[in-house]
């Protein structure tokens, strides 16, 4: 069983092994049908939390590779490890959508694609590029 203390005390997530690969399946689908695959470099900026196993996990699946970003880089800092590692993509939390979209703007990479995991939604992943922020119907939690 795969457990999530919530930071402010209270119980936070709690999933089997059968809903995690479910889960994780998901988002390994969700990026195979997006053209990701073997050798592929995803950002990840993300903190401790479920969903970062999640997205490891079908990053594994699919034979792409991690970049693990440390989620404290703002502006040039973290354009700088996102362009270094030669990501083809991002997957951040909610509250790091913005910080990420500056700095893929100061890349000037406003194509490269970024998956949000939203807490408001429920852990619904949202596709952002270049302006625009497309639904996608897929639910972590």
Same mark, same amino acid.
Request: net charge neutral.
């Given at each position: 069983?795969?457990?999530? *203390?919530?930071?402010?005390?209270? =119980?936070?997530?709690?999933?089997?092994?059968?809903? *995690? $690969?479910?889960?994780?399946?998901?988002?390994?689908?969700?990026?195979?049908?997006?053209?990701?695959?073997?050798?592929?470099?995803?950002?990840?900026?993300? #903190?401790? &939390?479920?969903?970062?196993?999640?997205?490891? %996990?079908?990053?594994?699946?699919?034979?792409?590779?991690?970049? %693990?970003?440390?989620?404290?880089?703002?502006?040039?800092?973290?354009?700088?490890?996102? &362009?270094?590692?030669?990501?083809?993509?991002?997957?951040?939390?909610?509250?790091?959508? $913005?910080?990420?979209?500056?700095?893929?703007?100061?890349?000037?990479?406003?194509?490269? =694609?970024?998956?949000?995991?939203?807490?408001?939604?429920?852990?619904?992943? &949202?596709? &952002? #590029?270049?302006?625009? *922020?497309?639904?996608?119907?897929?639910?972590?939690?």
């Amino acid at each position: 069983m795969l457990v999530e *203390v919530d930071e402010s005390g209270g =119980p936070g997530v709690d999933w089997t092994f059968t809903q *995690v $690969e479910e889960r994780s399946n998901r988002m390994a689908h969700l990026l195979l049908s997006r053209g990701f695959g073997r050798g592929d470099v995803v950002a990840l900026v993300m #903190t401790n &939390r479920a969903e970062f196993v999640i997205v490891q %996990l079908a990053l594994s699946k699919i034979g792409a590779i991690a970049a %693990l970003v440390n989620a404290s880089l703002r502006g040039s800092a973290l354009a700088h490890v996102i &362009r270094v590692a030669g990501c083809r993509a991002c997957v951040c939390e909610e509250r790091f959508e $913005e910080e990420v979209a500056a700095a893929r703007a100061e890349m000037g990479a406003t194509g490269l =694609p970024v998956y949000v995991v939203s807490d408001r939604t429920g852990g619904a992943v &949202r596709v &952002r #590029t270049e302006a625009s *922020v497309a639904a996608v119907s897929m639910i972590l939690k």
